[in-house]
């Protein structure tokens, strides 16, 4: 015979199980009830069970970038815009992924912190690191600002940020597909020097081109077409790398090292 359950009692269960994500088995296990009188008990208080992300990732914030109003959440948009990826799995939830070389593993690092995500990083064997993440909501976040499912021939520049949260937004994205030049020429005292962006959709260098050229007065560069289908877009004039160094880097607390050094380095020559 079912266990009667009282008003007190079941108000104490629904309490408890809304204290923090658990499983029906817990509650059970807690008041000696039956897994179908747990369920009967928060049907009945309108409780809604715990998704399997908040399960086994209890802390993970999958808001995060329902808003983009920090340096960190424009930065890693940026970032998984370009190293990034979504996708559905086999059980209808939602996977965000970023893949970067090892040696660039701090950023995933600072990434995980940031979302508060409990995940492991893994390796591939071939010397890059991901971290994957579960969460049908933060995937819907993310399709706000034009990250898609195979996003290499159709990746959108974003257009519902905050202005100023744009130049953190290019940093992230100059850090996933640019390139920083910095060549010795023997016969010279100045170094060949430039920075590119490669991308499979033009249009969306033909965006960054254009919004640089609107709020930053750097000049409008062209496209060219690379093998594989694949566009890229540089700026080899000093006064154009000096004002993207300065857009890009100034007061920045989060960014790609290896290819800072190097946009240091162009910084330097050119104010010499």
């Given at each position: 015979m079912p266990k009667h359950i009282t008003a007190d009692e079941k108000i104490r269960i629904v309490s408890y199980y809304k204290s923090f994500p658990m499983t029906y088995e817990d509650v059970s296990n807690k008041f000696g009830i039956s897994l179908p009188s747990?369920?009967?008990?928060?049907?009945e208080y309108n409780v809604k069970p715990y998704t399997k992300v908040q399960l086994?990732?209890?802390n993970l914030d999958e808001h995060y970038f329902d808003n983009i109003n920090t340096e960190e959440k424009a930065y890693f948009l940026g970032l998984l815009i370009t190293d990034g990826c979504i996708h559905n799995t086999k059980g209808k939830q939602s996977?965000?992924?970023?893949?970067?070389?090892e040696q660039d593993e701090y950023l995933i690092d600072k990434f995980k912190e940031c979302v508060k995500s409990n995940k492991t990083v893994t390796h591939d064997g071939r010397g890059c690191s991901e971290l994957n993440i579960?969460?049908?909501i933060m995937v819907s976040s993310l399709k706000r600002y034009g990250i898609c499912e195979n996003k290499s021939l159709h990746t959108v520049f974003?257009?519902?940020i905050p202005l100023s949260m744009y130049r953190h937004l290019l940093r992230g994205i100059f850090d996933g597909d640019g390139s920083v030049s910095f060549y010795a020429r023997p016969d010279r005292k100045s170094h060949t020097k430039a920075i590119r962006l490669c991308q499979g959709n033009e249009k969306f260098l033909i965006d960054i081109v254009n919004f640089l050229y609107d709020n930053c007065d750097i000049e409008r560069v062209n496209t060219y077409q690379e093998k594989d289908s694949l566009w890229s877009i540089a700026y080899r004039k000093n006064d154009s790398m000096m004002k993207l160094y300065n857009y890009l880097y100034q007061d920045a607390t989060i960014f790609m090292e290896r290819k800072k050094k190097l946009c240091d380095l162009i910084y330097t020559e050119?104010?010499?």
């Open positions: 747990v369920a009967k008990v928060l049907k086994f990732s209890p996977l965000v992924s970023l893949t970067l070389k579960l969460s049908n974003p257009t519902e050119i104010k010499k």
